[in-house]
């Protein structure tokens, strides 16, 4: 029956069909940090934690009252009476894994179970569905967040935030991956050996990607990273087999002096201060307005800089957001950006619910440069 009342409730498809290890349901807990959301960029853990239910499936319509079998949730599972040391048990046994692996150990086991080539291939294809579902996720609230971040942030571009996400995620019998949740304080207690080696690591990984610098007390605060707050055009250009390069990097000393560019010479992006934010729109965008549309399926910049393209031109802060991106990248470590690359950059543009901004163009335009460049 449905329940009555002014209570809120959350419904759920039932996934009948889960991929099954040793006959067991599971679920994947991954690790996704969000550095920004004007222009998006975000990283997934190459580690996480494979959750199981504590006794063998028996189907959709079989058990129900058993949350030990239809349950993956490591609260429910762990008050299961379950072996911790259970590797090389027989599959004959009531209890053949663990209830708790890392993405390492399924990796594995897929190899082992269905072979080397077969096994990478199967993870391949289970990393891309993981890929597309949490891009998709995001950019279905990014409009939201970007409007809060103006309103309430200190830097509206929100370079000084950024967030850990943990998603929970289910693997169907196709392979085909299912969200079931996203978690934005998502636990991380070392309970278990497993528990502290995935997570000390995902953290240091973390604030190494976000470029937290120690404070300091003894030392005098720096200037402001852009001279006097100005814009200037910047340049770039490729060349078939060199390598990639972008406008030079801002002074940061006090003596830079006055840029005398005015911001009128530049598109409206979010970066320009005072500027109204630019977007572009393409086919499939559910949230272009009739009739406002500024810029409609504009193609990608070629390079920067280009006296022939009107929007090619950056300010100083647009420059200033491609150096921190690549420097994100630089600082990654065993994260791996998932958005924007150069592969799912404009794959991605539909789904943009208020259309794309400048920033989201620009940065989108940069990796595909840089692509090109390296071919």
């Known amino acids: 029956p449905i329940p009555k009342g002014d209570k809120t409730y959350v419904c759920q498809r039932y996934i009948g069909n889960p991929f099954l290890i040793q006959e067991r349901k599971f ?39 058993n949350t030990y079998m239809h349950l993956t949730n490591y609260s429910v599972s762990k008050t299961a009476e379950l072996s911790r040391a259970s590797r090389g048990k027989s599959e004959d046994s009531d209890d053949p894994v663990d209830i708790k692996w890392c993405i390492s150990d399924l ?33 279905s609230i990014e409009a939201e967040v970007v409007t809060k971040l103006r309103a309430e942030c200190s830097d509206p571009t929100g370079r000084n935030c950024f967030e850990l996400y943990g998603l929970d995620l289910m693997v169907d019998s196709d392979l085909h991956v299912k969200l079931i949740e ?12 497993l528990d502290k080696a995935v997570k000390s690591r995902m953290i240091a990984h973390m ?30 250009s490729f060349s078939r087999g060199t390598s990639s390069s972008i406008p030079p990097p801002l002074q940061r000393d006090s003596s830079a002096g006055s840029v005398g560019s005015s911001s009128s010479s530049f598109p409206r992006g979010s970066y320009v201060p005072g500027g109204g934010v630019e977007r572009y729109y393409y086919p499939s965008v559910r949230g272009a307005p009739r009739g406002t549309v500024e810029q409609n399926n504009v193609p990608l910049l070629s390079r920067f800089g280009n006296p022939s393209v009107k929007n090619s031109n950056l300010s100083a802060l647009e420059v200033l957001m491609l150096h921190e991106s690549d420097e ?10 998932v958005y924007p690359t150069a592969q799912t950059g404009t ?14 163009f620009l940065l989108s335009s940069w990796e595909s440069q840089k692509e090109r460049a390296l071919k």
């Open 27 to 65: 679920d994947l807990r991954m690790y996704c940090v969000v550095t920004g959301f004007d222009p998006l960029k975000m990283y997934l853990f190459d580690e996480g934690l494979v959750r199981f239910a504590a006794e063998k499936y028996p189907g959709p319509d079989k058990g129900l009252e």
């Open 107 to 139: 990796k594995e086991w897929l190899k082992t179970t269905h072979g080397e080539e077969k096994g990478q291939s199967m993870w391949a294809r289970i990393l891309n569905e993981v890929h597309d579902v949490i891009i998709k996720m995001f950019l």
């Open 182 to 193: 996203v978690n934005i304080m998502p636990s991380l207690a070392t309970g278990t050996t």
């Open 207 to 236: 604030l190494t990607l976000a470029r937290i610098v120690p404070y300091k007390r003894d030392v005098a605060a720096t200037t402001n990273c852009l001279p006097n707050g100005g814009d200037r055009p910047m340049t770039s």
């Open 328 to 337: 994100e990248l630089r600082s990654a470590g065993g994260f791996h950006r």
């Open 347 to 360: 794959t991605y543009f539909p789904y943009f619910t208020q259309g794309v901004s400048r920033n989201n």
